[in-house]
């Protein structure tokens, strides 16, 4: 094993709390293919029962200290060429541990331009800046004299190409730039100005029109704010250090001057050092460290805002899932109608509609009518309502007709509706439904995601999804490839049901991508469902490799062998059947009798191959054979009358759901087309530091208005049962990008007033209610 390796799995292994021998084992694994799924799942006696976080985090440290080794080689044989690598150089550049430290020793060998240094030293100015430096006592003026030529014409031009060598070398100084970095991390301050004359054009980032904070301590959600009010040059911002120090030399600038014994007051030439130093942090330093510290902000926010967004798709995707019952999705819409779709237990589509309770053709009866029909002839039993525009106006349509039904009354759920246009426009849409008109496609992704939220929604873009904050300000690499992997897990933690899977769920499983997802539906399509296991390994491209990534994530119901429908890995039957033989039962019988298998000593089946903690995983799936992880299925009930932000009144306790959770505290759907605010210190009656402590995206909670600006659209909420904090700042929209629907236009007066919707249905519904004979 070469020392960069130990020193990788060394340094990992501090990180993630484990011993270098399981990071060592965990890299052989994914440098072999494996996924981080299929390791955490099966390959624990192996990696020493390393998790999927450790897993993720040792993956995402392995990517960036390769990438250090790499360019640590390249800047070493760089020095090499050059013939300046000494011993104590090699010794620095082998023991850095960032990217940024490696290039701060490599920056004086770095290949550069034509500096104004290097002009001066070919006008032989260098022994001049030597002999100042040497000798302190020197009057400078007077050693200049002496390199007068063609080429430097007087006294002020040798002193000043003698600075420049001088800057420069100081500017190149690697322990210098080191501590100067870390001195402006701990005093640096972030400033933000509004640009001049942008101030109601940029009113939305007001907030920061004069705004100043420790550059250690920005969130990362307001960094993100004031950055993307710079790019639309609203703002501007500086990070500045030592602005408000009086003394006579600032402490970044003595830092450069004792960096080389500078005083000021040793002699003529000191004096003029100093002021080289002072020069030399203000037109090299400041604006090179500045500009460090801006980009290491950015990472540290862009970071923060992928961690936040993770968590709350993890969350969203984990969702309880409703199950399989027919359900009718509804796409709500103003002028263009209420779009409707009906999908079966398998999320089949069975028909689609539109309906126009609403201005301008405020057809209400006819619509009602037209629900009662698909209710009835499908035996409807969920219906999911997208939350966007007019989303209050057709839940409350949808109650009434729900109301007046004499039984079999389907449940009526609000639902997120984001990411349901970008699904009916992709391409994933119109293979699936290559007739079916693009708006109506969006109430079919509706439906769906209320039976279960993690099959449809593996079919949209993971940053369309809208659960994260600033999540367009991002490095879209890097977030694309967290969230991928949140998908991954998310997926592969449920399981996927082989026979009913749609490609875009099947290319989640481990070992099998795109390519291969087409294959198995491909073979599906062509010799009916798989019966086992084994049977994948006939489909063209899928050899013994993938099969073993993806066989224990995969679910075969009802076929030739029971375990095909649990976690348990092919690998592992033979342990499984060993288990089966002691408890003198057969299979089916045993797998759910959790009295029997609890009595069952794990230790007895541990062999070289399958250790404890395999073992253990075996007798708790076959107490409950192919378990679900997610939770169960729960729903809030909004408020009735309460559709619009002016509806609100300070103290209305409501019910809600959470559909965003950021660093500053969560959002909640109450019913009114704009989320509320709980701000993190209105969580809980305790000081609450992570909002995650407390909420996760998807749940439901009980909430008060605290305060409610209309104007603005901003809504504050609280959860404490005590008020006994000051009341938050009422939420700003600029907190987060989520996409958010506007708010449905107040009804037109006059002619084209919707007619009111009432308990009596009138006679089209009535008629539609009666049995046909």
């Not at 003029?272 to 510290?293: G, I, M, Y």
């Not at 079919?444 to 949209?460: C, F, G, H």
């Not at 009798?593 to 069952?600: E, G």
């Not at 037109?748 to 049995?771: I, Q, Y």
């Amino acid at each position: 094993m070469s020392s960069v390796a130990n020193r990788i799995a060394t340094l990992i292994a501090s990180e993630i709390a484990a011993k270098p021998q399981q990071v060592l084992t965990a890299i052989d694994l994914l440098d072999e293919g494996a996924t981080v799924p299929f390791i955490a799942r099966y390959r624990k006696e192996v990696t020493g029962g390393l998790d999927d976080t450790q897993l993720r985090n040792l993956e995402e440290r392995l990517g960036y200290l390769r990438e250090l080794e790499a360019r640590r080689a390249a800047v070493l044989e760089s020095i090499r060429e050059q013939g300046k690598l000494t011993d104590d150089l090699e010794q620095k550049i082998a023991t850095v541990a960032t990217k940024a430290e490696l290039e701060d020793l490599y920056l004086p060998f770095k290949p550069k331009r034509r500096t104004r240094a290097e002009i001066a030293r070919e006008k032989g100015l260098g022994p001049l800046a030597e002999a100042l430096m040497t000798d302190r006592k020197l009057v400078p003026t007077d050693a200049a004299a002496a390199y007068i030529t063609e080429e430097v014409l007087d006294v002020k031009t040798a002193l000043e190409g003698a600075r420049d060598i001088l800057m420069e070398g100081f500017a190149e100084n690697a322990e210098l730039i080191g501590r100067l970095r870390e001195y402006m991390r701990r005093n640096a301050v972030l400033r933000s100005t509004v640009a001049t004359g942008k101030e109601a054009e940029g009113a939305k980032f007001s907030d920061y029109f004069a705004h100043h904070e420790r550059w250690s301590t920005v969130p990362g959600h307001r960094a993100l704010a004031m950055m993307r009010g710079r790019n639309e040059d609203i703002l501007m911002l500086d990070i500045e250090v030592d602005t408000e120090d009086l003394s006579a030399i600032k402490p970044a600038e003595k830092m450069v001057a004792d960096a080389y014994g500078i005083t000021g007051q040793a002699g003529a030439a000191d004096a003029w050092l100093l002021d080289v130093a002072r020069w030399t942090w203000r037109v090299k330093f400041s604006l090179s460290l500045s500009v460090d510290l801006m980009m290491e902000l950015r990472q540290r926010s862009e970071e923060e805002a992928i961690q936040v967004f993770a968590r709350n798709l993890k969350d969203l995707l984990l969702a309880a899932p409703a199950g399989s019952r027919t359900t009718l999705g509804l796409d709500p819409g103003i002028r263009t109608g209420v779009k409707a779709a009906v999908v079966d237990g398998t999320g089949k589509l069975l028909e689609t509609a539109t309906i126009y309770p609403f201005q301008p053709r405020n057809d209400v009866r006819g619509s009602q009518a037209e629900l009662v029909r698909l209710i009835k002839q499908h035996n409807v039993e969920l219906i999911a309502i997208g939350n966007g525009t007019a989303s209050r106006e057709t839940d409350q349509l949808v109650a009434e007709v729900i109301a007046a039904l004499p039984s079999n009354k389907p449940t009526r759920v609000v639902v997120s509706e984001a990411g349901a246009s970008v699904y009916s426009a992709s391409e994933t849409a119109a293979q699936e439904f290559p007739n079916l008109d693009v708006s109506l496609r969006g109430a079919v992704s509706i439906a769906r995601r209320l039976q279960d939220p993690l099959a449809e929604l593996v079919k949209i873009e993971p940053k369309a999804i809208g659960v994260g904050q600033y999540q367009h300000d991002v490095d879209k690499y890097r977030m694309a490839r967290a969230l991928d992997a949140v998908v991954e897990d998310a997926v592969n933690a449920v399981g996927v049901d082989v026979n009913m899977a749609s490609a875009s769920l099947l290319s989640r499983v481990s070992g099998l991508g795109g390519s291969l997802a087409n294959a198995i539906l491909l073979h599906r399509d062509q010799n009916g469902p798989f019966k086992s296991r084994k049977d994948l390994l006939s489909v063209p491209r899928l050899g013994p490799k993938a099969f073993e990534q993806c066989a224990g994530f995969l679910r075969i119901r009802d076929g030739i062998e029971p375990l095909d429908a649990s976690s348990v890995h092919p690998e592992a039957y033979d342990v499984a059947a060993k288990i089966v033989t002691a408890c003198g039962r057969d299979l089916r019988t045993l797998m759910g009798n959790s009295a029997l298998l609890k009595s069952v000593d794990a230790k007895q089946f541990v062999d070289d191959r399958f250790g404890l903690p395999t073992v253990k995983d075996i007798i708790a799936e076959l107490e409950k054979p192919g378990r679900d992880p997610r939770p169960e299925f729960r729903t809030a009930t909004f408020a009735d009358g309460v559709n619009e932000i002016a509806d609100l009144k300070p103290g209305m306790i409501l019910e809600g759901t959470v559909t965003n959770v950021a660093a500053f505290g969560a959002f909640v759907d109450i019913g009114v087309h704009q989320d509320g605010l709980v701000h993190v210190s209105q969580l809980a009656d305790k000081f609450i530091k992570n909002p995650y402590e407390v909420v996760k995206a998807g749940d439901v909670v009980k909430v008060r208005v605290v305060d409610v600006d209309a104007k603005r659209k901003r809504i504050a909420l609280t959860m404490r049962k005590e008020d006994s904090a000051p009341r938050p700042p009422v939420a700003a929209r600029s907190d987060t990008d989520r996409q958010k629907p506007r708010s449905a236009p107040p009804p037109a007066k006059g002619r084209n007033e919707r007619a009111p919707v009432t308990g009596s249905l009138g006679a089209a519904l009535l008629d539609a209610l009666k049995p046909k004979s």
